[in-house]
């Protein structure tokens, strides 16, 4: 299995950033750096857009971040619906890096807000199926 | 720059479920637009179809409609930006009139949404945010605007009650639009009733699906001159985009895209939001329609809430905004909504919008947006 392993349901089996998969599974979530202009970007993504260069490295997304904007989904789409509800959301990490992504759901509802601090984990889902999500730090 | 005017525009009723073909809800505003615009099959050069493809059966839909309505042998093809396909449709028009390739040219939106239930229509929707990073978290259009509504809110105090009063004046407007989905007056309580889909978003901040087709009929100064009476022009054109991927987005207070949009839509037309006297904005979402207030200037960043509090958005007030019911109150048909807004606009330009009418309206603006914030369309007309 590749990148079809990541998530929920996945949309996409091919890519030349699968490794992502590889080290979900080694507890790690990681975004790509340019070794060309040092241009940082989660999602990660193979080619610079700001110099060009397809030489990319992986970094990892750790430490704390900050909760900049959240919602409760009440409904969910097709595929989706045994996990309603759930909160999705972005933060933002060390270099501005952010995340969107969906939040623990262990969390207390009144304890979600905007600005609250928050870490990063990976998750194993059913099926074999690998994810990551937000909770607090 | 060449002048460019609309000359015919038609649209549908828009309604939960239309009882025929694409070609067939697509052939009601093309009719209205021929017939409003006293135009034959011959007069067309040439076509922009305009829906979002995810939710048609029918493969390449330009060569269809080209046939149904009996446009061959002209060129047609097909443009999209999902819900701005019609506004780009007719910024692809303009061009090609400005560049002198055709003098008149059609531009019909359309989208038959009912053919699938609503949860597949939000999963398909929500492939219109990024399927590889973001889609596998289970994501849909409600829940991304719902994410900037928390951050406008949290940046700026407005509050739910706030977006509330933009479905009221919404619905009252809806109630006179004989073409709306959605006809019935609403009051505060009843749009403030906790009916959460994805907070702080409830059931009557959100637009609904919808059946429905438009149409518009663009052609050169020469053209418009000899073949309509009561043609309205094109001031200014203004397209952004943005990431399509949330992790990729600087704020949740606003849409980038609308404000870049907008600012290089007043640079064309020479004119300032002030000089604005009626305006339909993408109200997908309540949030939706206060941000459009702040990303097109009728209010400072953060002061939206102000000009609904005032009523400065309803017909009598400062800046009219959505006096057809808007996209909460007529529906969404996602190709088809782009068309729908520059329809009301000429109509207003005109003074042909009866009970709607703001009098005395001389410069309009379209805002029409397509995904979450990826595609901005700002287009700008003006009476003769």
Redesign the interface.
């Known amino acids: 299995m590749g990148f079809e392993q990541f998530g929920i349901i996945s949309f996409t089996s091919t890519t030349k950033t699968a490794q992502f998969v590889d080290f979900l599974k080694e507890n790690e979530i990681r975004g790509t750096v340019c070794k060309e202009c040092g241009a940082r970007f989660f999602p990660p993504r193979s080619d610079c857009s700001v110099c060009l260069s397809d030489e990319m490295d992986w970094f990892p997304i750790s430490g704390e971040g900050t909760l900049l904007t959240f919602t409760k989904a009440m409904f969910a789409p097709a595929g989706f619906e045994k996990d309603a509800p759930y909160i999705l959301g972005v933060a933002e990490f060390a270099d501005g890096v952010k995340v969107f992504g969906r939040l623990d759901k262990a969390l207390p509802d009144d304890s979600v807000k905007p600005g609250m601090r928050v870490k990063i984990h990976v998750v194993a889902l059913e099926g074999d199926r690998l994810s990551y999500e937000l909770t607090a730090a | 720059m060449a002048r460019v005017a609309v000359i015919g525009v038609g649209q549908s009723a828009f309604v939960r479920s239309y009882p025929g073909s694409i070609r067939e809800l697509a052939f009601e505003a093309y009719r209205e637009a021929m017939r409003d615009g006293g135009l034959k099959p011959g007069d067309i050069d040439a076509s922009v179809i305009c829906s979002a493809p995810e939710y048609d059966k029918q493969r390449t839909p330009a060569g269809l409609m080209a046939e149904y309505l009996g446009l061959n042998p002209q060129p047609t093809f097909y443009v999209e930006s999902v819900c701005s396909s019609s506004s780009s449709g007719v910024r692809t028009a303009y061009a090609l009139i400005a560049s002198g390739l055709h003098d008149v040219v059609l531009v019909l939106g359309f989208q038959k949404m009912s053919e699938i239930?609503s949860?597949?229509s939000?999963?398909r929707m929500?492939?219109g945010g990024?399927?590889?990073?973001?889609?596998?978290?289970?994501?849909?259009m409600?829940?991304y605007y719902?994410?900037?509504?928390?951050?406008h809110m949290?940046k700026y105090g407005t509050t739910e009650e706030d977006l509330a009063l933009i479905r009221v004046k919404s619905s009252a407007y809806g109630a006179i639009n004989e073409k709306a989905v959605f006809r019935k007056s609403l009051a505060l309580e009843k749009v403030m009733e906790p009916k959460?889909?994805?907070?702080?978003?409830k059931m009557f901040d959100c637009c609904a699906n919808a059946d429905g087709s438009s149409c518009l009929i663009l052609a050169s100064e020469a053209k418009a001159k000899e073949l309509f009476s009561k043609p309205v022009w094109v001031l200014g054109l203004g397209m952004a985009t943005a990431p399509i991927?949330?992790?990729?987005?600087d704020t949740?207070s606003g849409l980038k895209c609308a404000e870049l949009a907008a600012k290089k839509a007043y640079e064309m037309a020479g004119i300032t939001p002030k000089d604005v006297d009626v305006a339909e904005v993408h109200d997908c979402f309540t949030i939706a329609e206060l941000m459009a207030y702040e990303n097109l200037g009728f209010a400072e960043p953060g002061q939206g809430r102000e000009l609904i509090r005032n009523k400065e958005t309803y017909k009598e007030g400062r800046i009219p905004v959505n006096v057809d019911g808007g996209l909460l109150s007529k529906g969404h048909p996602i190709g088809a909504t782009g068309g729908s807004q520059v329809r009301t606009i000429v109509l207003q330009l005109r003074g042909e919008a009866g009970e709607m009418q703001v009098p005395g309206a001389r410069v309009g603006l379209v805002h029409n947006i397509g995904g979450v914030g990826i595609y901005g369309n700002v287009t700008i007309f003006g009476a003769e």
């Not at chain 2, 590889?132 to 289970?138: I, K, L, S, T």
């Not at chain 2, 959460?196 to 978003?201: D, I």
């Open positions: 239930s949860a597949e939000q999963e929500g492939r990024d399927i590889q990073w973001e889609a596998p978290f289970g994501t849909m409600p829940a719902a994410m900037h509504a928390k951050g949290e959460y889909v994805a907070t702080p978003l991927n949330m992790a990729m987005r949740f």
